[in-house]
């Protein structure tokens, strides 16, 4: 890994303690980096500044200098360098680190700005906290516990302002709990190019509305909702679902696409609630697409794969069939990039083991730009990666998929890459297909094609090919389990188990080891630490790595084997492709 | 001691009979000579000029305009644009709307001079929403002077060139804020921007550098082109140069405008010499020297402290009548010259009701960008109304002196402080009337009093 320049560092004094942060960081980001927390509403990493809240208003000074020499002047008192404190608390947000800058975030102006600034807040806020979906999760709630008087002086009438506004499919806005921050706006307009929202009226009456005939409708509306720092942009899925502190939060991975944004899986006994971003500076920032987070509504659905035979009568039925078609050509595995890297490794040394050929299925749609990409299988890199295939899937011309990414109706996933396989099944070659998750019939194979042949079909819901397989062996979504996949940067991140399976389904990886040890009659380890050692022993780019030590915004790995590949991503979010994007045909 | 004579420099010809607002009567009077003189002139002797006057701007804050010129990025490369602050909107002013009313091309001539001085290519004059019939006058005002050569392409036949558009407001008093005025004049929200990093002297317009001058700061600008910034000096008093419009309304006998030399009237000769002083069996009770954000003044306090005359400190003991009308003297007693507006209120007045007058205002002008301002104004506000119009409590005065105090100096603008410090100074000054409003609610009204509405 290349190391970034180091950047100049300027020394700052924040609260009595000294530290050097890169030039350009503003207050509120250096003092986070001593622990010291400045409170804040509308100022948010990745949108530009303000200045609106006024809540991380501090203390500032510099150090004095004598006029005539330029020598800092040292307090005889204290024989440290007096400090010229600003008589007025200024913005944290907005103002950047300079050498010597002196920063007090505990002393009475500031505590006293803080108090008022709650106080403001709070006056024409609805205070419906218990029936409000944002309680648990509010930083009004916490601020005002952390930095208000605890009482109101409040007498008059609040504003009133709508209720429940739909400003799109899938946000509800409610007018009284918000605090005018404008974090929304600016992220429709900076992040989402979608410019819909703004205010009306005018001082304390101010209201957040879309503008006239506009919605609230992009694939990245439900980020406002994530960002909104109070309770007033709602998901209109989650409202009043469940209390946010009874819910597990997992690190999940978004599997639409080979973008890979790191995401939080929100569950309770066993049920998902929502899934949400999770900050991965180098990866997704901390947004994701709306079309992300309906992943989750699959798992619960009633076409769920459940076994009803014991595994290993199926483990062992698989492995007469073959032995029966024990000549190497006659068995082909379809592996799948939707599969995790440890998956794909034992595909791997399943079709060695069965002496097949081995292909993978190809989705791909167009890109915006943003965080869903060209490629919409989140782990073909991981293929490439562990030797699954050698090179990229041929990219079909099947219609479009029968689930396709959120408000992309207009360009359908091209789903393919089987027609070598397609051209072996007519000329009565292949024998048997192992479908690792893959609906063959989707990806272009027809009927016809699929009652030539024998088909072992690893899965989690019913479809074409479910239906017409020889044998079925329910397997996990990937909420369901752990693992890794390989971005389209080349790098590996990792997923963990948010909710158990359901009955009658196993993990993939306990499917695919028994597999390969009936194919080659020598056990394969199935569970990750074991797996990971055979990983890395085995494939150069994974040499150091271990799951365990895998960290949560992942590592970037050697792709330069894979440079010269036509990868059909576009320009996303942190990601330029290498080789422009090969054009699609229509 | 006698009230001196009006000084007219300014308002020079306003209200002159037989004195019209085109170009044949402007040139006529010897308009536009200055202009032609000054673009033979080099643009940085003219900013000296203007530098050595001491000019202060007079659109409220004071600011000496040399200075705010000398601010202005030339290095960038980046057109630098001029800006003429028209939108006239402090409650008790009105000195800005007579000039482009009846002297329009008095402005035009200012501003073209400020412009070759400091090579701007592209002016414009933001005039206030509610001045449909000034913004016309501008409009063709501008139209005859650009036929005339005044404006537009080649300035005077030389190779400068400089064109000025008029931009009418939607109606808000924040335009006048500068950098909220930019933000509108691009045609969003008049949100002020936050300093650092805008300052409009840098990041202005169109993130370029931007002048933003007051029409009357210009029309001093055409002045001292004309005469001088050592004759500018020599007007006034030190740090106090020129002249000053005060715009008097209220319970005055002859409410107007008068100019005078800043600094040589005090406050008592302008209202009870110049204005006549109170009206029949009334007696003055306080005054708002500028503008509607000014602190008040209460007739009967007495303001004691040390100033600088010449080189010496010098005591002084003033009533509200002894004061000078300059800013230096006004911000001494805690209050400030302002926009000039003077608000004068008689003993009929009852000061909660005028304070909740002035809350109502505010409230309804906040941008409702930033947090104490949006909603201290609106809580003030409704403070104040329900003690006019519903029950007064005895705790409302101390409530309403620490809502406001919790809203200056913490603000993106200047605005926090114009809502704030009318409520600080009422209180701090009247703060027995609010205590006993209760009372004086269930009392009849006195004599003259205005109703309520």
Request: proline residues 6%; neutral net charge.
């Amino acid at each position: 890994m290349i190391a970034p320049p180091k950047p100049d560092l300027v020394t700052v004094n924040i609260d009595g303690k000294e530290i050097a942060v890169p030039k350009g960081t503003n207050v509120i980001e250096a003092a986070r980096l001593v622990n010291v927390d400045v409170p804040h509403y509308c100022y948010h990493p990745k949108l530009t500044i303000v200045g609106n809240c006024r809540m991380c208003l501090i203390e500032m000074g510099m150090p004095a200098v004598d006029p005539v020499t330029k020598a800092p002047i040292i307090d005889p008192v204290t024989g440290k360098p007096k400090i010229n404190w600003i008589p007025r608390p200024q913005i944290g947000c907005g103002t950047n680190v300079s050498p010597g800058l002196h920063v007090k975030t505990t002393s009475p102006m500031v505590k006293d700005a803080r108090e008022g600034v709650m106080e403001f807040l709070l006056i024409n806020h609805p205070l419906d906290c218990p029936i409000c979906d944002q309680a648990g999760e509010c930083k009004l709630q916490e601020q005002s516990t952390g930095y208000g008087r605890g009482y109101s002086r409040f007498v008059e009438q609040k504003n009133v302002k709508p209720k429940r506004t739909q400003l799109g499919p899938r946000v509800t806005l409610d007018d009284e709990r918000c605090i005018l921050c404008s974090r929304c706006i600016r992220f429709s307009k900076e992040i989402a190019k979608d410019d819909v929202l703004g205010f009306v009226d005018r001082g304390s009456y101010s209201t957040l509305t879309c503008f006239p005939g506009k919605q609230l409708a992009n694939n990245y509306s439900l980020n406002t909702v994530d960002i909104c720092p109070v309770g007033a942009l709602t998901s209109t899925d989650f409202r009043f679902k469940m209390r946010v502190w009874f819910l597990k939060q997992t690190n999940s991975i978004d599997t639409e696409t080979s973008v890979g944004a790191n995401t939080v899986v929100w569950s309770r006994e066993g049920q998902i609630y929502r899934l949400t971003p999770r900050r991965n500076d180098d990866v997704n920032d901390t947004w994701m697409p709306d079309s992300g987070r309906e992943l989750f509504k699959s798992v619960m659905s009633a076409d769920r794969l459940a076994a009803t035979t014991h595994l290993d009568a199926r483990v062992a039925e698989a492995a007469e069939l073959f032995t029966l078609n024990a000549s190497a050509g006659s068995i082909a595995v379809v592996g799948s990039g939707r599969s995790s890297v440890e998956e794909q490794f034992l595909t791997k040394k399943l079709a060695a083991a069965l002496k097949a050929s081995t292909q993978l299925v190809s989705r791909v749609g167009q890109g915006d730009q943003l965080l869903i990409s060209a490629d919409r299988n989140p782990n073909v890199r991981g293929a490439l990666v562990t030797g699954l295939i050698s090179k990229l899937p041929k990219i079909g011309d099947a219609p479009a998929a029968s689930r396709s990414a959120n408000g992309d109706a207009a360009a359908p996933i091209r789903t393919g890459g089987l027609t070598d396989l397609a051209a072996s099944i007519d000329a009565g070659k292949v024998k048997v297909v192992v479908s690792i998750g893959e609906d063959l019939v989707a990806a272009g194979l027809t009927a016809a094609q699929l009652a030539k042949v024998s088909v072992v079909y690893l899965g989690t819901h019913a479809n074409a090919t479910s239906a017409a397989a020889k044998i079925v062996f329910p397997t996990l979504s990937v909420f369901e389990k752990n693992g890794t996949f390989v971005n389209q940067q080349f790098r590996l991140q990792k997923f963990a188990k948010a909710v158990p399976g359901p009955q009658g389904a196993t993990d993939d990886l306990i499917v695919l080891a028994k597999l390969t040890a009936a194919a080659s009659s020598a056990a394969m380890a199935s569970d990750l630490g074991s797996l990971w050692k055979l990983i890395s022993a085995e494939i150069p780019a994974f040499a150091t790595t271990s799951y365990a030590q895998l960290p949560e915004t992942g590592i970037l790995i050697d792709a330069t084997p894979f440079a010269a590949l036509p990868f059909v991503e576009g320009e996303t979010l942190h990601y330029k492709p290498a080789a422009p994007a090969v054009a699609l045909t229509p | 001691m006698a009230a001196p004579a009006q000084r007219r420099i300014i308002f020079q010809h306003i209200d002159e009979p037989g004195y019209s607002n085109d170009l044949a009567c402007y040139v006529r009077n010897g308009g536009y000579e200055v202009l032609k003189k000054s673009v033979t002139r080099p643009p940085a002797e003219l900013i000296d000029e203007v530098k050595k006057s001491g000019l202060r701007g007079r659109g409220g804050a004071g600011f000496p305009c040399g200075v705010k010129w000398g601010l202005v990025d030339r290095k960038s490369g980046k057109p630098i644009y001029l800006i003429v602050n028209a939108d006239e909107s402090e409650p008790g002013t009105f000195k800005d709307r007579y000039i482009m009313h009846q002297d329009p091309h008095q402005l035009i001539e200012g501003t073209m001079i400020s412009c070759f001085a400091n090579n701007v290519k592209q002016a414009y004059i933001y005039i206030r929403g509610e001045m449909p019939h000034g913004a016309r006058i501008l409009e063709r005002a501008i139209a005859e002077a650009r036929a005339a050569g005044f404006v537009g392409k080649n300035i005077c036949g030389t190779t400068y060139s400089c064109d000025i558009f008029v931009h009418r407001g939607a109606g808000a008093y924040i335009c006048g804020e500068e950098t909220g005025l930019i933000e509108s004049l691009e045609g969003k929200r008049a949100n002020p921007r936050i300093k650092p990093p805008y300052f409009p002297a840098v990041l202005g317009l169109y993130q370029c550098p931007t002048i933003v001058n007051n029409v009357e700061t210009l029309c001093h600008v055409k002045y001292i082109a004309e005469h001088g910034g050592d004759a500018f000096t020599k007007i006034g008093t030190p740090n106090n140069t020129g002249t000053r419009i005060f715009c008097v309304s209220g319970h005055v006998q002859r409410p107007g405008y008068y100019e005078f030399e800043a600094g040589k009237i005090t406050m008592g000769q302008l209202l009870n010499e110049v204005c006549g002083g109170p009206l029949p069996g009334r007696t003055f009770k306080a005054v708002i020297p500028g503008g509607s954000s000014a602190k008040i003044l209460r007739f009967g306090e007495r303001f004691k402290g040390k100033r600088k005359v010449g080189a010496e400190m010098v005591d002084y003991d003033w009533g509200v009548d002894d004061v000078p009308m300059d800013f230096d003297s006004l911000g001494m007693i805690g209050t400030m010259g302002g926009s000039g507006g003077v608000i004068v209120m008689d003993d009929t007045v009852n000061m909660v009701e005028a304070l909740a007058n002035i809350n109502a205002f505010y409230s309804h002008e906040s941008c409702g960008q930033c947090t104490p301002c949006r909603e201290g104004s609106l809580w003030m506000k409704k403070i104040t109304t329900r003690m006019v119009h519903g029950q007064a409590r005895n705790e409302d005065a101390a409530l309403l002196k620490s809502v406001a105090d919790q809203i200056p100096g913490r603000t993106i603008c200047a605005f926090g402080e114009a809502c704030s410090w009318p409520t600080q100074s009422f209180i701090a000054k009247f703060g027995d009337e609010f205590k006993q409003y209760p009372e004086t609610k269930k009392a009849a009204k006195p004599v003259g009093a205005h109703e309520l509405v």
